[in-house]
C-alpha cells in the first residue's frame, strides 16, 4: 500500500514572478500617491491628527495619526490603508508625531492585519509564530519592518499595542510591488507530523498558511507544504486561476531516490472545469511516466495538457512507491495565438503561475493593404529608433569631453601630476562618468562608447589587484574563495597535496547543497572517516556513527582550467589550519571525478541562523522563541575577525566575506567558508551579468567596484558590512532600499568623495563603539581603514563583559 506523500509547495508564489529582496517600493503614502479618502482610521483624536496625516516624513497638520485618548493594553484602535489593488507586501516603516519638535509620540510595538476583500481580515504573524513587530524608540527616526512572510492583500491595518496605558500616533510608509499572478488558491492534502526512524520529528505544516482547514484539506490558500497520509494510492490537488486559461502542460520537479523507497509519480490524470460553477468535465487529461531505477536525481516531469480551457483544475498523482516527494509545481499557459514558459527558481519550492499577456492578432483573412501598412509603420518606427541611438552616441563623446577636460584640472590639484596614477583615475572617472551621466560606458579598460550597452557599464572582466602578485582559485563555485600569493602554486604535482586519498565509495549522497560554474557541493555521509584521519582528527565524537561531510565535487566536463584551478585550490586550503577556517579533510583525485570533502558545519550558515532568532528578552523566554543574546553576537564577530586575521598573516584575500560564508557546527563556533554564492538561495545578493551571478557589490569595498582591486583592506570593508549583518540579525539585504544600480552609482559617490555617499545606518542591537569601528572599516581612504590585527584586538575586550 502506498502510504506516504511528501509535498512541498510554498506559497506565495511570489517567488515565481516576484523576488522579495527586490519588490521593496514605495507604495504611495509619501508621495500621495494613496488618496487621503484610501486611508481610514477607527478614531481620531482631533481633525488635524485624522488618518490622512499618517503619511512618512509629513509635518502636515499635528504631524501624524493618533488614535483617540489614552491608547489602553486592551485597545484594538488601527490605521487603515487601502491599496486600490492586490499588492505583494514586504516592507513597513513607521515613524512617531515630531511635528517639527513639538510632539513626542509613537507606538513601540504594533500588529499587522491584512485582507483581500476588505471582509476577511487575517493577522501577520512571523515565521516563529509571534504577531507583535517592534516599532519606534523616539518620535524622528522611522523604523523599518520586513514582512517574513510577505503578504498579498490589498487592504492593511496597522494596530498599535503597548502594555501601559499611553498616548501613540504614527506615521506610515508599505513597500512592495503590485500582484500579477494568476493563481488564486489551490487544495491538498493537510500536513501532519513525519517520524522517520532515526530522524528527528518534523512538523510539515505551514506556519504562515492563511487559508481554511476542510476535513484534513488546506483550501483557499496560496502557501501549504505538508507530509499526507493517503490510503487509497493517489493523492489528489485542485487549483482554481483568475480566470480560464488554455493550459499547455504541467511541470512537476519529483524526487527519484528510488533506493529509499521515493520514486515519481508513476501516472497523473487531470481533469478540468471551465467555471468555477460548471461541473467537471468527463474526458481527463492522462499521462503515464517513465520510470528511472538507475538516475536517483530529481528531475522536472512535463505532463502535456494539450490546451485544454478551464479556469479550474484537479489533479490525481499516482504512486510508484511508498513515497513521492514534490519541491514545485508550475503550469504553463496561453490563448490561442501565444504560448507562456514560466521563470522558475529552482531552489524556491514554489507553486508558480505565470499568466501570460492577451495578445490581439489580426484574422488569418486580413486584406494585404493592411499588412503592408503595418510593415511601412515598423520600418519607419525601427529607422526612428536608430536614429535616436546614433544621437545618443553623439551625445555620449560629446559629454564624455567636456567631463574628462574638467576632471584632468581637478586631477592636477588634488592629487599631482604623477603619470601613471593620474592615468588610472582618467580611466576610472571615464568609467564613472560614462556610467552615472549616461548609462553607458565601457569596463576598466578604454571602453568603446559606439557601442556601449547597460551591461557593459560594469565588467566582470576587470582586473584584480591583491598586496601581491596572486591566483584566482575558482574552484567548483565558478567564485574565488581565496586570492592567494602566486608563488605557492606555481607548480603543482599529486605529492604537493597533503591532503589523504578517501576511498570514493565510502561517500554516500545526501542531498545537492549548492551548484557552480564548474560543479556542484554535496551533503553526504563519510563512513568510518574518523577511523580514516585517526588521531588528532578535527572531526566531533560521533559514537560510531557516520560523520556528515561537504563535498565540492568537479564535473567530468569542466575545462582543464577549471580542474587546474580546482587542483591548487586543494593544495592551498590542505595549508591552511585555523579554528575559525572551515578544514579539508581528504580528497578524491585519483580518478574523476575531482572532489574534495570538507567540515560540515550542523547549524548551517550564520546568515540562515541569525535570521531565525530574535534578540534575547523576558519576552523569547516566555514564549521559548529562538534567540541570541547582545554577548552572542559580539563573540560571532570575535570568531570572525580571528579567521580573517589568520587568512591576511599569510597574505590571503577571500573577496566574499559575508555572514552567509561563516559556517556553524553544533557547538556554535563559526568557520570561514565559500559556499554562498554556489547557493541559488543567495543568488540575489550578488550582481549579475546577463543573467550569472558574478559579484556581491553590496559587501564590496569602492575600489573593488571600480577598480577591480581586492585586497586584505578591502577584505575589511567587508567584515564592516559582515558586522552590520551580525547587529541586524541578518534581518535585510545591506542597502535593502536601493536597487543594485543604485548601490554602484553610491559606489561613485565615495570615489569622488563630495559627501553624497550613503552609508548603512546604525543597527539598534549595535554599541555605539562598535558601529564606530564599522565606519572605520568603510573609510574612503585605504590606509585608514583598520587592519584584522587591530580589528579582533578591538573586539575582544567586549566579550564577556
Not at 512537476?252 to 461541473?279: D, E, Q
Request: hydrophobic share 40%; charged share 20%; net charge neutral.
Amino acid at each position: 500500500m502506498h502510504l506516504f506523500l511528501l509535498l512541498t509547495l510554498q506559497a506565495t508564489a511570489a517567488f515565481g514572478q516576484i523576488d522579495p529582496a527586490h519588490c521593496r517600493y514605495a507604495l504611495g503614502m509619501e508621495d500621495g500617491r494613496i488618496k487621503d479618502e484610501d486611508i481610514t482610521a477607527s478614531s481620531q483624536w482631533y481633525k488635524t491628527t485624522g488618518p490622512q496625516y499618517a503619511r512618512l516624513n509629513w509635518e502636515e497638520g499635528d504631524g501624524a495619526w493618533c488614535p483617540q485618548g489614552q491608547l489602553e493594553p486592551s485597545d484594538s484602535q488601527y490605521l487603515q490603508v487601502d491599496l486600490g489593488r492586490l499588492t505583494f507586501l514586504t516592507v513597513v516603516a513607521t515613524q512617531g508625531r515630531y511635528a517639527r519638535n513639538s510632539g513626542n509620540e509613537f507606538a513601540r510595538a504594533y500588529r499587522l492585519n491584512y485582507s483581500k476583500d476588505g471582509l476577511l481580515w487575517k493577522s501577520w504573524r512571523n515565521r516563529l509564530g509571534n504577531a507583535v513587530m517592534e516599532g519606534n524608540k523616539n518620535a524622528y527616526t522611522s523604523v523599518i519592518n520586513d514582512l517574513h512572510p510577505p503578504v498579498i492583500t490589498r487592504y492593511v491595518r496597522l494596530i498599535p499595542v503597548t502594555k501601559v496605558s499611553t498616548t501613540v500616533c504614527m506615521r506610515v510608509e508599505l513597500y512592495g510591488c503590485p500582484w500579477e499572478d494568476g493563481l488564486i488558491s489551490y487544495s491538498a492534502p493537510e500536513g501532519q507530523l513525519m517520524m522517520p526512524p532515526g530522524y528527528p520529528i518534523a512538523s510539515l505544516n505551514d506556519s504562515t498558511y492563511d487559508g481554511a482547514h476542510e476535513r484534513r484539506r488546506v483550501t483557499h490558500a496560496l502557501c501549504t507544504h505538508g507530509s499526507f497520509s493517503i490510503l487509497n494510492g493517489y493523492v489528489e490537488m485542485e487549483f482554481v486561476f483568475d480566470r480560464q486559461r488554455n493550459f499547455t502542460s504541467m511541470k512537476v520537479h519529483s524526487n527519484n531516490m528510488f533506493s529509499r523507497g521515493v520514486k515519481i509519480f508513476s501516472s497523473v490524470s487531470c481533469w478540468f472545469k471551465p467555471r468555477l460553477i460548471a461541473c467537471w468535465e468527463a474526458e481527463p487529461v492522462s499521462f503515464k511516466t517513465v520510470l528511472d531505477d538507475r538516475n536517483p536525481s530529481a528531475r522536472y516531469v512535463t505532463v502535456p495538457l494539450n490546451r485544454r480551457a478551464a479556469k479550474s483544475l484537479r489533479c490525481r498523482f499516482n504512486f510508484a512507491d511508498v513515497w513521492m516527494m514534490f519541491s514545485e509545481i508550475s503550469f504553463q499557459s496561453g490563448n490561442t495565438h501565444t504560448r507562456t514558459r514560466d521563470t522558475i527558481l529552482p531552489t524556491q519550492m514554489t507553486l508558480v503561475v505565470t499568466s501570460p499577456p492577451v495578445t490581439s492578432y489580426p484574422p488569418d483573412d486580413v486584406n494585404t493593404p493592411i499588412l503592408i501598412g503595418c510593415l511601412v509603420t515598423i520600418i519607419l518606427l525601427l529607422v526612428i529608433i536608430i536614429f535616436l541611438i546614433l544621437w545618443c552616441q553623439y551625445v555620449c563623446k560629446v559629454l564624455e569631453k567636456v567631463r574628462r577636460e574638467t576632471t584632468d584640472r581637478e586631477l592636477k590639484d588634488s592629487i599631482g601630476t604623477k603619470l601613471s596614477l593620474k592615468k588610472q583615475i582618467l580611466k576610472l572617472d571615464k568609467h564613472i562618468f560614462l556610467l552615472f551621466l549616461t548609462g553607458c560606458g565601457g569596463g576598466y579598460a578604454e571602453p568603446d562608447v559606439t557601442q556601449c550597452t547597460p551591461h557593459q557599464c560594469f565588467h566582470s572582466n576587470a582586473p584584480h589587484y591583491a598586496e601581491t602578485d596572486i591566483v584566482r582559485l575558482q574552484g567548483v563555485t565558478g567564485s574565488n574563495m581565496y586570492a592567494v600569493p602566486a608563488l605557492t602554486v606555481d607548480s603543482l604535482t599529486r605529492k604537493d597535496i597533503s591532503a589523504a586519498e578517501f576511498p570514493r565509495q565510502q561517500l554516500i549522497f545526501r542531498e545537492k547543497l549548492g551548484e557552480g560554474q564548474f560543479g556542484e557541493v554535496h551533503l553526504c555521509e563519510a563512513e568510518g572517516l574518523p577511523e580514516f584521519l585517526g588521531e588528532g582528527s578535527p572531526l566531533p565524537e560521533r559514537d560510531g556513527q557516520s560523520v556528515l561531510v561537504a563535498v565540492k565535487q568537479l564535473r567530468a566536463d569542466a575545462t582543464s582550467q577549471a580542474r587546474n584551478d580546482f587542483l591548487k585550490e586543494i593544495k592551498i586550503m590542505s595549508r591552511l589550519n585555523d579554528p575559525n577556517i572551515i578544514r579539508l579533510l581528504c580528497v578524491c583525485v585519483s580518478s574523476d571525478p575531482l572532489c574534495m570533502v570538507t567540515e560540515y558545519m550542523e547549524n548551517g550558515d550564520l546568515n540562515m541562523f541569525l535570521s531565525q532568532r530574535e534578540i534575547e528578552s523576558t519576552l523569547t523566554h516566555a514564549n521559548n522563541i529562538p534567540s541570541v543574546s547582545l554577548s552572542d553576537l559580539l563573540h560571532m564577530s570575535v570568531q570572525i575577525s580571528s579567521g580573517m586575521k589568520y587568512l591576511a598573516s599569510l597574505n590571503f584575500v577571500h573577496r566574499d566575506l559575508a555572514t552567509r560564508n561563516c559556517l556553524l557546527d553544533r557547538r556554535l563556533t563559526i568557520k570561514i567558508a565559500d559556499f554562498g554564492m554556489s547557493r541559488n538561495l543567495y543568488s540575489s545578493d550578488y550582481y549579475r551579468i546577463q543573467g550569472r551571478a558574478v559579484l556581491p557589490i553590496r559587501w564590496m569595498a569602492w575600489e573593488s567596484i571600480l577598480l577591480g582591486k581586492f585586497t586584505t583592506a578591502s577584505d575589511v570593508w567587508a567584515f564592516g558590512v559582515t558586522l552590520w549583518e551580525i547587529f541586524t540579525l541578518c534581518k535585510e539585504q545591506p542597502y535593502s532600499l536601493l536597487s543594485d544600480e543604485q548601490v554602484i552609482e553610491n559606489t561613485g559617490e565615495f570615489f569622488r568623495n563630495q559627501g553624497r555617499q550613503i552609508f548603512l545606518y546604525a543597527p539598534p542591537l549595535c554599541p555605539p563603539s562598535l558601529f564606530e569601528l564599522m565606519m572605520r572599516c568603510w573609510s574612503r581612504d585605504i590606509p585608514n581603514r583598520p587592519t584584522f590585527e587591530g580589528l579582533y584586538q578591538a573586539l575582544r575586550p567586549h566579550v564577556n563583559q
